[in-house]
């Protein structure tokens, strides 16, 4: 297994490092993080009020390491992705980050669905690269089984999307046709292909981490996501500035790894 440079930082707010408490300080608050889904043996979100996500066919959660860092993570196969509710979560206006990796890479293989897979519009690898189909497509090649952090963004006053690969923007467009938007039946579909195209556009994978903002997050606090909750063990209790130190190598660490397996 190959792993790209995934950018990290400090636990996000509504997160929690390893028993030591809620830490909520770094993205400004108005950043607001709605739902996190780490994948510690469950398909809850870490912040409480979001609801569960609803898998297409029950997976397994398996120990992985990524960027050096021991989690868990989710693994899902071809066209068994996961569903959730967003009502009263997002509306047009959202940042949605996933960190995850695909074991075929070929064609497209669809990551965000917006409309209840009724149209082949949506966020996709094609070919290993971001592609909002049908609008726009850029950055580097993702080969299979390499995990990566995919980041897309809509701002409502100005209908801008921006995707986002391993914290670096990657394309742009404006979504004057609402295809970013959620559809009325309020279900984000995730790694799971529309019914266009017989579902043939999708790929088994591992998902290690999903978080939603209310907000469109600026391109510093992209690049500072960090999606990997690590399990090293259980730490003793520490003081807030020992648990921040920790954070801080913990994020230099992640920053200069590159693994090969």
């Not at 996000?12 to 400004?28: C, E, K, N, R, Y």
């Not at 996501?225 to 063990?233: E, Q, Y």
Request: net charge negative; with cysteine.
């Amino acid at each position: 297994m190959t792993v790209l440079h995934i950018p990290a930082c400090a636990a996000l707010a509504g997160s929690t490092i390893l028993g030591l408490g809620t830490l909520g300080v770094s993205l400004p608050a108005e950043a607001a993080l709605v739902a996190n889904y780490q994948f510690q043996n469950t398909l809850s979100s870490a912040v409480p009020a979001a609801p569960d996500l609803a898998p297409f066919a029950m997976g397994s959660f398996a120990p992985e390491t990524i960027g050096g860092t021991p989690t868990f993570v989710y693994n899902f196969g071809q066209q068994q992705g996961l569903s959730l509710n967003t009502s009263g979560l997002i509306s047009d206006n959202y940042t949605i980050a996933a960190l995850f990796k695909f074991n075929q890479t070929s064609s497209y293989r669809k990551i965000f669905d917006f409309k209840n897979l009724t149209t082949d519009n949506g966020l996709y690898l094609d070919s290993g690269r971001l592609n909002f189909y049908d609008e726009k497509s850029g950055g580097p090649t993702v080969a299979a089984g390499t995990f990566l952090e995919a980041v897309l963004t809509r701002d409502d006053s100005t209908s801008l999307v921006s995707a986002y690969l391993n914290g670096v923007p990657v394309f742009t467009f404006t979504d004057t046709s609402s295809l970013g938007v959620v559809s009325a039946a309020q279900l984000l579909n995730i790694f799971q292909d529309d019914n266009t195209t017989s579902g043939g556009e999708s790929s088994s994978g591992s998902v290690a981490g999903i978080q939603i903002f209310i907000t469109v997050l600026t391109n510093a606090e992209v690049a500072n996501l960090d999606l990997v909750t690590p399990v090293p063990g259980p730490l003793p209790m520490l003081s807030l500035a020992a648990a921040f130190g920790w954070s801080r190598h913990l994020r230099k660490r992640l920053r200069g790894s590159r693994v090969s397996d």
